[in-house]
């Protein structure tokens, strides 16, 4: 089913076997159609479903397939599979809960503080690192930035939050704060 949805596409793949589906050759024709025909956007903001199998997934495909719209609108890059959401397919679902706002806003407070206060990028620095597989000269090519620029607001970071991110278990409260805000700016 290809259907418009929230300034975007989304896609839901049901099937009543497990026979082996060609996903890659799917998405392709599927991008290859929006653009013939010439629907609004192309094929940016098209979110789609992983293949489920049975009537039953129909509701669950369709969830699915909305977060990844979602993703594809933020990012305008084209289409994204549900797939391709890695954590934030564990995360979308709870964002909102008072559990996981409070985990996260514990941690980035003192960073938005910081930056409100002195004009700083602590954030979307720490974003950047996070979304460049935690490596500081990808991060500091993609943020036109030096590398010793990255390093020092990464340890400001460490300083705000008590979270370093040269440790991976505290590295990992940084990463799963940044995905709740990420799941949460989704929603």
């Not at 009537?55 to 549900?82: K, T, W």
């Amino acid at each position: 089913m290809l259907a418009p949805y929230d300034g975007g596409l989304l896609f839901v793949a049901t099937s009543d076997s497990e026979q082996t589906l060609d996903v890659e050759r799917i998405v392709q024709a599927l991008t290859e159609l929006i653009e013939v025909s010439g629907i609004d956007g192309g094929a940016e903001g098209l979110g789609i479903s992983d293949i489920l199998f049975g009537d039953e997934a129909v509701a669950q495909a369709i969830s699915q397939a909305i977060y990844a719209q979602r993703l594809s609108c933020q990012r305008a890059e084209g289409p994204v599979r549900y797939t391709q959401l890695g954590i934030l397919r564990t995360v979308m679902p709870f964002a909102e809960t008072p559990e996981m706002r409070s985990f996260s806003e514990a941690i980035l407070s003192p960073i938005r503080e910081h930056d409100s206060e002195h004009g700083s990028e602590l954030e979307s620095t720490l974003a950047a690192f996070i979304e460049n597989d935690r490596r500081i000269e990808r991060t500091a090519k993609q943020t036109s930035q030096h590398p010793n620029t990255i390093r020092y607001r990464l340890d400001k970071v460490t300083a705000l939050t008590g979270l370093s991110y040269k440790c991976a278990p505290e590295m990992e409260q940084l990463s799963l704060a940044y995905a709740i805000e990420r799941a949460r700016s989704l929603q």
